[in-house]
């Protein structure tokens, strides 16, 4: 089986009660009999406190960052400190976190602030390129290197036959429907409400998400990082029009499950 928690769904900013970009996925025996690989994709603000209620740190097998805006990083620090310092059961340096160029030396200057601790004492840096393949147990991830303002790398997560695609944040591109195609469950940013001429390129809308879900042959669509002030209703209808399939509004704490016994 793999699954899908949803650990933070909202774009640029928390809302109330609710968290930034962040998400877990786990695999493990289609019998359902135990979940043997975890990866913390994004860490957005708030989501550290999520990913806690569900799991420890120290049962992960690594951290993905899709890219370095605050909005997906900002919990980095904190899960540095939460691993330097805390009681999970494992001690640094044991956890690898996987992102873009130079991510760790973004990253660095928190730590360096208030600890003599390095970096490299809690995390093992390694940096993604596109078409990277990654092993976690029974669970492959691919990055794809997707359109942003900044380098970013969406995540293709496979497992007993079944696909979880998510988009990062991405304007329109032939790598997204690639990263897309066939995915049991398509995770898709819809940062923007609606398209306006003087867009940057550089976000969906609901309605892109949709199309490009249709194209793709996705077998579910899923919206998230909507900004807190957009209206969330208006959003599934536009991506109604544009998809027909199953779809839905990433929410905090919600699970879904491909395959073995929910």
């Known amino acids: 089986m793999i699954r899908l928690t949803i650990l933070g769904s909202c774009g640029t900013y928390p809302a109330p009660g609710r968290a930034c970009s962040g998400y877990l996925l786990e695999a493990g025996p289609d ?3 135990g979940v043997t690989a975890r990866v913390w994709v994004d860490v957005g603000g708030g989501s550290l406190a999520n990913l806690l209620a569900v799991t420890d ?6 951290i993905w960052l899709s890219h370095l805006h605050i909005d997906h990083v900002s919990d980095l620090p904190l899960a540095y400190y939460a691993l330097r310092y805390g009681d999970f059961g494992r001690p640094p340096p044991t ?4 992102g873009p160029a130079g991510w760790a030396d973004r990253v660095r200057g928190f730590v360096a602030m208030t600890t003599s601790s390095a970096l490299e004492d809690v995390f093992e840096v390694r940096e993604l390129s596109d078409g990277e393949r990654l ?3 029974p669970m492959e991830l691919t990055a794809v290197a997707t359109l942003h303002s900044a380098e970013t790398y969406g995540v293709r997560a496979s497992a007993d036959g079944h696909t979880i695609a998510y988009s990062a944040d991405s304007g329109p591109c032939d790598a997204l429907r690639r990263l897309a195609d ?3 469950l398509f995770l898709c940013e819809s940062t923007w409400p609606e398209w306006q001429p003087d867009n940057p ?6 309605e892109l998400a949709g199309r490009l879900a249709a194209e793709a042959g996705a077998a579910q669509l899923l919206l998230t990082h909507l900004r807190p002030h957009d209206d ?8 109604r029009d544009a998809y027909g399939g199953k779809l839905g509004l990433a929410v905090e704490r919600d699970v879904y499950q491909l395959g073995g016994t929910p």
């Open 135 to 137: 092993t976690f147990g």
């Open 31 to 33: 019998d359902g009999s």
């Open 57 to 62: 740190l120290g049962k992960l097998d690594a």
């Open 95 to 98: 956890l690898p976190v996987y």
């Open 201 to 206: 390129p550089n976000h969906m809308t609901p």
């Open 182 to 184: 066939g995915a049991d």
């Open 232 to 239: 969330s209703r208006a959003a599934l209808d536009r991506a």
